[in-house]
């Protein structure tokens, strides 16, 4: 394999981890849990993971262990950092025994149910240290969740002499961990389910676990560029870039990014929610942004977009919701409707209300509501050109302003999407320790006999020696939501927190920002230096923190 000079230094890097982690441990139990929400029916279904204790690591005395064999996943989409997280449990059971063993499924959940694996030896994991993507075994989506997929999992794991799975993934492959955990306890198979919180996304997370691996890498590369965008844009002052980022549902990236660059415009999804905004009312504030600057002969500027925003004006929700369930129900009918009389047949289906919104959506965007779910039921809003349809819409807002004499400028609009771009960048030294540690963490809660736990390791702003690691029961992130027309227990999703520290530092400097040219270029993610280039956390880490 051919590397380039950075992956070769890379490779010696060695991750930092807490102290506790750095010679033998013991378990200290906190007080049981309860779930978030919906405590009585998320109990009920889960009888034998629900409600254990907190669990934090803490300096103890060296034991002899057994040898233990350890399967693990990734699933999902890719985050910088998950070959850390395997080279972390990997160094973790080894560390325990050298004769341990670790399997990894590969292309995702669906390795486990297609008995598909191989063993990861110390030749293989060192290719991978510190480097980003999941091609180490590779990734996937498949959804586990029936019984077959269950029981066709535990032939492998019984052959294999498997007694724990590790499964680094997002909130719904975190949920499915956790439901497998049940799973096996239940049937007293003796095989242990551990969850690790991966997601570019950012929206895993809550008291327990302060950030999901890869959020910091992929920021930071947005960043990055974004930042290269804006002296571009401050150069030519001729273009405003409408930049929609990744993040699926909640807008924690588009808003670190906005922290880390200081853009024209940033749209938060949650606010454009909580202030029931409508598509118009959006629109209208770019193009009054686009005006004032154009006033001061500024016709250029930057504008950042949410990837999840067209699912949270409160009419487009409404409409999605319904569509979800319709389409949940009538899949096989659908499916024989003709490409070109779908819109039809949809506006003849839904309620007058979403109908009405429906049939008013450009071409493009209308179709795209109605492909594929993916396997989770989730609308697939990476594919909705929601920059292009902002763009024109404010292209066509600012003719009639002209008209109207109420604009005088030019505008010209370029589009970018970020996201492929920074799910598998060299994870940054945070995200390099964070995963690293998170694997180790996940290594020590299968050697103390844990299943239904998510690998947590906090207090991620001060120095990676006094970071805190554990466990948390996966039962206590549930609530009952509504998925595929069903209710259904899964992990709630965090999103941005309109009274949260990142938020209001945002909402009180972004009148000045969209006003004044006061951009600033992050540059590229140093992996060598002084610490203050080098280890940042996140600001919206920092500010969570009260940093
Ligand atoms: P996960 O939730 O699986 O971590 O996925 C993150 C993500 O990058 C989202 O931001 C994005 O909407 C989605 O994956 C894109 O999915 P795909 O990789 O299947 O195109």
Redesign the pocket.
């Known amino acids: 394999m051919t590397k380039s000079a950075l992956q070769i230094a890379r490779a010696a890097y060695q991750p930092k981890l807490p102290k506790a982690l750095k010679g033998a441990v013991k378990v200290k139990e906190g007080e049981p849990t309860q779930s978030v929400a919906d405590q009585e029916a998320i109990k009920a279904l889960f009888p034998n993971t629900y409600g254990m204790p907190l669990i934090q690591f803490v300096e103890g005395e060296a034991v002899a262990m057994p040898a233990i064999n350890v399967g693990v996943i990734l699933s ?2 890719q ?1 910088p950092g998950g070959h850390n997280v395997i080279s972390g449990l990997f160094d973790g059971i080894k560390t325990l025994n050298k004769d341990s063993k670790l399997y990894g499924f590969i292309l995702g959940p669906g390795g486990l149910v297609d008995h598909n694996y191989i063993e990861l030896t110390s030749d293989i994991i060192d290719e991978y240290r510190n480097t980003g993507g999941f091609d180490i075994i590779g990734s996937g ?1 498949t959804k586990l969740e029936k019984q077959e997929q269950f029981d066709k999992g535990l032939e492998i794991i019984k052959e294999l002499g498997i007694k724990a799975l590790v499964i680094i ?2 909130d719904d492959s975190n949920t499915n961990a956790c439901v497998l955990a049940e799973y096996y306890a239940a049937k007293n198979c003796g095989v242990q389910v551990i969850g690790c919180p ?4 950012g929206d895993l997370k809550n008291e327990m676990i302060e950030t999901s691996f890869g959020f910091d890498t992929a920021c930071k590369t947005y960043s990055e560029v974004i930042g290269n965008i804006q002296r571009d844009c401050n150069s030519a002052r001729k273009y405003w870039h409408f930049i929609k980022l ?3 549902s909640a807008s924690h990236i588009a808003l670190e990014c906005a922290l880390q660059v200081q853009p024209n415009v940033c749209i938060v999804s949650e606010e454009v929610e909580a202030k029931n905004m409508s598509l118009d009312d959006v629109v209208t504030y770019i193009a009054q942004v686009v005006a004032d600057r154009a006033a001061q002969g500024n016709n250029f500027g930057t504008v950042l977009i949410p ?1 999840g925003l067209i699912e949270f004006i409160p009419a487009m929700k409404r409409l999605i919701a319904e569509l979800n369930d319709f389409l949940a129900a009538n899949a096989a009918e659908f499916a024989l409707i003709k490409k070109s009389h779908q819109r039809e047949y949809i506006i003849s289906k839904l309620s007058k209300e979403n109908s009405d919104i429906y049939a008013s959506l450009p071409e493009g965007v209308a179709r795209q509501l109605t492909l594929d779910r ?1 396997p989770h039921g989730n609308v ?3 594919l909705i050109e929601t920059e292009k349809l902002l763009s024109d819409m404010v292209a066509v807002k600012l003719a009639q302003w002209k008209e109207e004499g109420k604009y005088v400028g030019k505008f010209a609009a370029q589009h970018h999407f970020f ?1 492929y771009e920074g ?1 598998c960048a060299a994870p940054s030294n945070f995200d390099a320790d964070y995963c690293y540690s998170l694997g180790y963490t996940a290594s020590m809660l299968i050697a103390n006999g844990k299943t239904g736990y998510m690998s947590s390791v906090r207090n991620t702003t001060a120095p990676a020696e006094e970071w805190i690691a554990g466990g948390v029961p996966i039962t206590m992130m549930m609530n009952m939501e509504r998925r595929h027309g069903e209710m259904k227990p899964v992990i709630q999703k965090a999103l941005v927190k309109l009274d949260g520290a990142p938020f209001k530092t945002f909402a009180a400097q972004r009148d000045r920002w969209a006003i004044e040219t006061d951009y600033v270029y992050p540059g590229p993610i140093q992996y060598f230096g002084p610490t203050e280039v080098c280890d940042q956390a996140t600001k919206t880490l920092q500010l969570e923190q009260g940093k």
Request: no cysteine; glycine share 30%.
């Open positions: 999902g989409g985050a989506r993934g997002g991966k997601t570019i996304d990744m993040g699926r990837e993916d697939q809003v990476s996201g799910r």
